[in-house]
């Protein structure tokens, strides 16, 4: 079945970086677009950014110019580099293929001094 396993997150200090992974399983990769959604305490889960099969990618304003987006085929692993990150970012981000309806558990992100 479809699977979706994201890693990577932790605690970092403002101004830190950290690189998401998102271990795909059960589907062909490299035919679907990857995208990386983030749900902060009480809000609504929001779109972070997309990754689509030719490499193309597109960001939300609120993290442009500090994340990066990436897949690796071969290893049917999408990645979500963050550097200087901000409090704000504090979230659980998840993984998805969202014509597959797929969803990872999610990965903890805390940005604090």
């Known amino acids: 079945q479809v699977q979706l396993v994201e890693s990577g997150g932790g605690l970092v200090q403002p101004g830190g970086s950290l690189r998401l992974s998102c271990a795909a399983s059960?589907?062909?990769?490299?035919?679907?677009?990857m995208r990386w959604y983030r749900q902060a305490p009480g809000k609504e889960r929001e779109w972070v950014a997309r990754?689509?099969?030719?490499?193309?990618?597109t960001y939300a304003d609120s993290v442009k110019d500090r994340f990066t987006i990436s897949r690796d085929n071969a290893k049917n692993t999408a990645y979500l580099q963050m550097n200087s990150l901000k409090p704000e970012d504090t979230a659980v981000y998840y993984c998805t293929v969202i014509t597959l309806r797929a969803w990872g558990q999610g990965t903890q992100v805390t940005v604090s001094s």
């Open positions: 059960g589907f062909t990769f490299s035919n679907y677009a």
């Open positions: 990754i689509n099969t030719g490499g193309s990618t």
